[in-house]
Nanobody, 117 residues
Framework: VQLQASGGGLVQAGGSLNLSCSAA????????MGWYRQGPGKQRELVAI????????RYADSVKGRFTISRDNTKNTAYLQMNSLKPEDTAVYFC???????????WGQGTQVTVSS
């Protein structure tokens, strides 16, 4: 499975961005999908996870009420709608997919999100 993230960019505080993560290859092995981020000088942290059926099961406290994860299995794509962006949301955002039966987590390349104050 290959994951391709896109949609990052530069936005002013209070603005919105919608990230996409497209999967290709053995898509039938994909279980949950998610987004992580790594800000400057920070450790990588979980942002959100969504089940195979499209149910969000986890959000970081810092993004609850502002970010929404979704998934379109007909397009093999997961999304992260980010609203009310803050400068502290600045990070490289990575998409990930958990695969079955191995349980292995796969990672896409990151997409940079920069929020100016």
């Amino acid at each position: 499975v290959q994951l391709q993230a896109s949609g990052g960019g530069l936005v002013q505080a209070g603005g919105s961005l919608n990230l996409s993560c497209s999967a290709a290859g053995n898509i039938f092995s994909i279980n949950t999908m998610g987004w992580y981020r790594q800000g400057p000088g920070k450790q990588r942290e979980l942002v959100a996870i969504i089940t195979t059926g499209g149910t969000p099961i986890r959000y970081a406290d810092s993004v609850k009420g502002r970010f929404t994860i979704s998934r379109d299995n007909t397009k093999n794509t997961a999304y992260l709608q980010m609203n009310s962006l803050k400068p502290e949301d600045t990070a490289v955002y990575f998409c990930t997919a958990n695969t079955l039966p191995s349980g292995r987590d796969l990672w896409g390349q990151g997409t940079q999100v920069t929020v100016s104050s």
